[in-house]
């Protein structure tokens, strides 16, 4: 959250989809989505709609989250264990793979902004014709649609921990995402 509060105002919400039908921000504003719950249809067409007409998402889509949580498994405040973004990845032209031989155990990727720390990452593929662009071990897909750009990142394990290295890698994820 200090590196969050430092690019700018915080101000979670609830959906993404406000009472119109619309995501409620404006454009100019960087949406930060953490392995966010499933979308229902309507906020995937608000926010594919967004990002067209110029919002910039950073997402990050853990298919297999490895960070410990105070909640019970199932219960809804804690994070979403799997990400279950596939609708809207693949409007983007992308697919979420996970590689269930890999072995557990944090390791550190190489990525725009320093080493990126990730534990059971899955991996971006294109399809269909895109214009993502694809790096660090195929972990971090940047998009453009429309006007506007996602960053997506396949592991969160870079909230899994305060140090300076993952507070550098996490403010270039957020400088990337919002150019």
Request: with cysteine; aromatic share 4%; glycine share 10%.
């Amino acid at each position: 959250m200090a590196v969050l509060a430092r690019h700018g105002q915080v101000r979670p919400l609830d959906s993404l989809a406000g009472q119109n039908g619309a995501l409620p921000l404006p454009h100019d504003a960087l949406l930060v989505l953490a392995q966010p719950q499933p979308l229902a249809p309507q906020e995937n067409v608000a926010l594919d709609t967004w990002v067209r007409k110029g919002g910039h998402v950073l997402l990050l889509a853990d298919p297999m989250l490895t960070m410990p949580s105070a909640f019970a498994l199932g219960d809804p405040r804690g994070p979403q264990r799997v990400a279950m973004l596939s609708p809207i990845l693949r409007h983007w032209g992308l697919e979420l793979q996970f590689d269930a031989s890999q072995p557990a155990g944090e390791r550190i990727v190489d990525a725009p902004g320093g080493g990126l720390p990730v534990n059971l990452p899955g991996q971006f593929a294109r399809i269909g014709d895109t214009s993502c662009r694809i790096e660090a071990q195929n972990i971090i897909a940047t998009c453009r649609s429309g006007r506007g750009q996602v960053v997506a990142v396949a592991d969160a394990a870079v909230f899994d921990g305060d140090d300076a290295g993952r507070a550098a890698v996490w403010t270039a994820l957020l400088e990337q995402a919002a150019r």
